[in-house]
């Protein structure tokens, strides 16, 4: 009794050492490149890596399940029986959505506040959504720094735009956009970044 119960108090330790000494690799990581300022090609790598925080004007972008998917008995769509798939958000439905944004000018992008990089994926364990292997629960709150006017023009007579605006006609999803003047995005957990230069030493033939 006693080894079974000290197994999982030293899991749970493991666990807890383990999220500490992440998150104290991370700080470190972005206090350099914050010293390392000052080089315009490693602070746009940093950005598009997700390896830092970004704030700036954008867009707001929520998606949410149809309204009928909310009638179950505790109110979560996920458990209400005799619901069509189709009024629910899918991983495809968040991952076009995503992909509009980059395609239509999107600097930075957040899911629920999970930071999007070039490595995250957006897909299906269940009927839950992922990003990352993080659960996502609905509303999908899809932040996006950038041009807001230009981008959300630009994302809405897109294809994936048009897209959405098809699942809210057609099945009932819910979705609202709206230009914000500051929005702030997190750092994505555990990014490291690097860039190279060239090197000015002349090689030997």
Known sequence: STAST???RRRTSWRATSTRCAANVNAQQREALRQSGGNPQADLVSTLAGATEVHGPGVKLVVDDAKEASTGGNGNPRETSGFSDTGRVRDRDMQRVVNGLWQSGAEA??????????????????????????PLVPPYTVLAVGDGQRLSTRFQNSSDGLYLHA??????IRTAISVADDLRLPAAPSVIVRTAQPSTEKGTS
Not at 109 to 134: F, H
Not at 167 to 172: A, T, V
């Open 6 to 8: 000290a197994r999982p």
């Open 109 to 134: 992008v957040s899911v629920n506040g999970q930071r999007l990089t070039a490595l995250s994926a957006i897909r299906a364990a269940g009927d839950a959504i992922l990003v990352d292997n993080k």
């Open 167 to 172: 699942l809210q006609d057609n099945y009932g």
